[in-house]
Nanobody
Framework: QVQLVESGGGLVQAGGSLRLSCAASGIIFRNAGMGWYRQAPGKQRELVATITSDGTVNYVDSVKGRFTISRDNAKNTVYLQMNNLKPEDTAVYYC??????WGKGTLVIVSS
């Protein structure tokens, strides 16, 4: 079965940085597109960033220039480097294989 396990969340002040990791198992990772979603209290889950198997990336407008998605196929891991964090980035961040599999999430809280 597929497992996606997020880590790296925490509490950070506005302007700070965090690096999220998603470790994948049960899939041929090098063939999989991967993405990061987030869900803030009272809001719908939104797609934040994606990376294809070939390394093509895309971002929601609100994080462009601040977040970077990357992957390490040798480690079956996708990352989300988050810089210049803002309070509105506060959310549970979820890893997803752009099909049907989800991690349990990691909480990011950005204080002002």
């Amino acid at each position: 079965q597929v497992q996606l396990v997020e880590s790296g969340g925490g509490l950070v002040q506005a302007g700070g940085s965090l690096r999220l990791s998603c470790a994948a198992s049960g899939i041929i990772f090098r063939n999989a597109g991967m993405g990061w979603y987030r869900q803030a209290p009272g809001k719908q889950r939104e797609l934040v960033a994606t990376i294809t198997s070939d390394g093509t990336v895309n971002y929601v407008d609100s994080v462009k220039g601040r977040f970077t998605i990357s992957r390490d196929n040798a480690k079956n891991t996708v990352y989300l480097q988050m810089n210049n964090l803002k309070p509105e980035d506060t959310a549970v961040y979820y890893c997803n294989d752009l099909w049907r599999n989800w991690g349990k999430g990691t909480l990011v809280i950005v204080s002002s």
